[in-house]
Structures are given as structure tokens and as C-alpha cells.
């Protein structure tokens, strides 16, 4: 079993930055492919950001792209999302997902094998 704990949302000004954070309890987390999706009120689910298990490959949707940057630190069981030049389209619940597949199902979310419980972000305008 593998838990993953979201950190680092919070309010921040259109513009701004922020830092998401996601630990990861267990030994095996540098198997897993490891990604964030996010979801604003009354929208569905959104994929923001993959990467790959040596941190090698990395994946990005378009809205995002150029101002969202992932990464992560296997011996630290960790990945995080940089997110600068926030915008007030980007508020919403922010959530971590871990896959052993760096397939598909990572442009729905539908299978992912572990997701955290979220962490809020609010960007004012």
C-alpha cells in the first residue's frame, strides 16, 4: 500500500507562485510513475503533469506548459509541482497520483493505482 500526502496549496495572487508538494509513504516509490491532475469547482478532473521514474521524461498539459515545472527526488520518496505566473483559471484542488504505467490512463486519471486526498490552491485575480 502506498499513501500519498499533498502539501504547499494555499492563496496566492494571480501571477504569483507556489510549490506542491507530495510524500509518499513505502519503499517503492521509485517504481512508480508519479504525476498531479487537479480539479476546479464543477469541472471534471484535468491531468497538469507527469514524470517518469528516473525523472528523465516529464509531460505537461498545454494549459500549463512553460509556467508548471515537476520534478522529484526518489530518495526522498517525493515529487513536487513548481508553479509560477499562476492565473485565476488555475484554483482548484490539486491532487498526486502514482501509477507503475506511464500510459494512457494518465490523460484521464482512470486507473491510476494510488491518488492523495488533495490540497487546495487559490489563485485571486
Known amino acids: 500500500q502506498v499513501q500519498l500526502v499533498e502539501s504547499g496549496g494555499g492563496l496566492v495572487q494571480a501571477g504569483g507562485s507556489l510549490r506542491l508538494s507530495c510524500a509518499t509513504s513505502?519503499?517503492?516509490?521509485?517504481?512508480?510513475?508519479m504525476g498531479w491532475f487537479r480539479q476546479a469547482p464543477g469541472k471534471e478532473r484535468e491531468f497538469v503533469a507527469a514524470i517518469t521514474v528516473s525523472g528523465g521524461a516529464t509531460r505537461y498539459a498545454s494549459s500549463v506548459k512553460g509556467r508548471f515545472t515537476i520534478s522529484r527526488e526518489n530518495g526522498k520518496n517525493s515529487v513536487y509541482l513548481q508553479m509560477n505566473s499562476l492565473k485565476p483559471e488555475d484554483t482548484a484542488v490539486y491532487y498526486c497520483?502514482?501509477?507503475?504505467?506511464?500510459?494512457?490512463?494518465?490523460?484521464?486519471?482512470?486507473?491510476?493505482?494510488?491518488w492523495g486526498k488533495g490540497t487546495l490552491v487559490t489563485v485571486s485575480s
Open positions: 497520483a502514482a501509477d507503475l504505467q506511464y500510459g494512457s490512463s494518465w490523460s484521464s486519471g482512470n486507473g491510476m493505482d494510488y
Open positions: 513505502g519503499r517503492t516509490f521509485s517504481r512508480f510513475v
